[in-house]
């Protein structure tokens, strides 16, 4: 079950400089950063990718809140990443994570709750198309 999930750093953790404590937690536990990128997400983009909360009299202010800065897009690879990626962020309300998962350790507020991991194999390769549209391999390139 070696697997790829989409993990985003939501702008409150990023200004609150949490990028290298979450980074840090999945490579510590022997996943594979396969692509790592600061995005600002448009409308559009995040319209996409909660597509199934458009309905929820939360959503406007949700997607004001992705857009309140740049948000750290990564893909994580490794065994069962898709089902350890949501046990490492712990319980989307994080009233409710367990001690020890990202969101219990810095997070109190589900509209504010730190970061974001693809919930099935399919939403994964979905996210990942979306954030990364130029395919994986582009983002890791030659600078010179
Ligand atoms: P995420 O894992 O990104 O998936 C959907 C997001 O919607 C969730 O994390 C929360 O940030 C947000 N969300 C879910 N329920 C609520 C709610 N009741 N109020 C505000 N935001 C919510």
């Known amino acids: 079950n070696e697997e790829r999930s989409f993990i985003a750093v939501k702008p409150d953790g990023v200004q609150r400089g949490l990028v290298g404590e979450i980074l840090r937690r999945f490579e510590t536990r022997g996943f594979k950063i396969l692509a790592l990128q600061l995005v600002h997400p448009s409308k559009e983009l995040l319209s996409e990718h909660y597509s199934d909360l458009a309905g929820k009299a939360f959503f406007p202010s949700l997607l004001a809140y992705m857009q309140s800065g740049p948000v750290a897009a990564f893909v994580i690879q490794g065994k069962g990443a898709v089902k350890i990626g949501r046990v490492m962020l712990g319980a989307t309300n994080p009233q409710d994570s367990a001690p020890g998962t990202i969101r219990a350790d810095f997070a109190l507020d589900i509209g504010k ?10 939403a994964a390769e979905r996210e990942i198309g979306l954030w990364f549209p130029q395919g994986l391999k582009s983002y890791t390139r030659a600078v010179d």
Do not use: A, I, R, T
């Open 113 to 122: 709750n730190v970061c974001h991991g693809s919930d099935s194999v399919e």
